[in-house]
């Protein structure tokens, strides 16, 4: 069976409530208007017992008994008064004044000289309590009853209709919306409406479209930096392999060209692959104690040939710092690091490796005095592919990845990483990681 939609839920529940309000109004009314009009009859029928007693005694000391005069006058009464009556005399004996009283009766002494001489008993002569007048309203008011429940279940119908309508024209306007995301249409807004709450859910689902814009902005501007990088290595290799073929370059320069273009485009597949390591969620650790000094002092005795091929002094102040992280995760944060500094430092520059704690976290410091990096650029340097001078990047060999790659790795380290930077005179990179006793680490 399919479910009602919510606009036929709400005007279902609406009437429903209206159609239960107008019931108890009825039930109610029905109640007390019965109570208090059988509770009027027995007033009526008590106060005629009192007035038919007063006449019996009359009639009885103008007669001296229960004279056949006396008991006409007591039928002509009950005539008048559309009454049945009899009396109860003294030792049980039964005197009716025609027919016999029945249903619902009352009684009332008949005093001679304040000494009872009999009781009267009535009953109205139709043996029910109420007259037929008040039948009749009785019976006019369910009527009214009714009529007032159909009136106001199609009012309630009416205005469960508009109201429904009403409710759930936002809900439709953000499902319009959401629809049109699902179809790929990353534009689509929902308009700004008066309700809070919907105004709320509204504005939250326009923040998820910007965000899935920007992601597919981001996409596409990755995958034609992706295209881009490849493409540079892929076309010199190909001119390359041409020239062999023609014989145009001498065989060992061309090879050696062809084998740098190579190196390139591995180590371009290879932080490719980091990158989509340190991005993928519940990146696994294996986290221990360790000391960042030692990984520092690791990672510059490793790049040291290179700095000094380039020409570039690196110095190491590795004091000690311990932290609970996963050793090859946080080489690798400091092996890019010190890659992207002899990428812009020029020959005769200085690179500075240092670790320490600083209050609670443990700081890893990398500075140069490379080329700098321009105000306009720092918000975008941990973007993938994101270079600001693509030429120099190309001349030093720079993917665009490395620093990508440190951000989310620090990140999984429940770290964070500032930047500093000067044009012409250097940059200074800065990872601060939550720090743990250093006796832990010195333990391992």
Known sequence: MKALSLRARLAVALVAVALLAVALAALIGNLGLTSRLNEAARGRLADSATHVADIAAAAYKASGGWSASARDELSHVATLDGLHIALELPGGHRLSI?????????RAPVLEAARPVATVVVSAANGDLLTPEEQHLARSLDELHLIAAGVAALVALAAAAVLAQTLTRPLRRIRATAERLERGELEA????GTEPEMGAVGRALNRLAETLGHEEELRKEGVADLAHELRTPTNALLSRIEAAQDNVLPPEENLAAMHA???????????????????????????????????????????????ADAGISLAVAAEPAGIDGDAGRVEQIV???????????????????????????????????GIGIPPGDLGHIFTRFWRGDRSRSRATGGTGIGLAIVNELVRAHDGRIEVESTVRRGSRFRVLLPTVDPSRSASR
């Not at 020959?347 to 500075?367: M, N, Q």
């Open 189 to 192: 807004r929902v308009a700004p």
């Open 98 to 106: 025609g027919p016999r009283p029945a249903g619902v009766t009352a």
């Open 335 to 369: 092996a890019n690091l010190l890659s992207n500094a002899l990428c812009y430092t020029e020959p005769g520059g200085h690179v500075t490796l240092a670790t320490r704690v600083s209050g609670r976290e443990a700081l890893l410091e990398v500075i140069d005095t």
């Open 261 to 307: 273009e190579a190196v390139r485009l591995t180590r371009l597949l290879d932080d490719l692959a980091s990158l989509a390591d340190a991005e993928r969620p519940g990146l696994l650790l294996d986290k221990q104690p360790l000391d960042l000094a030692d990984v520092a002092r690791a990672a510059a005795e490793s790049f040291s040939p290179r700095f």
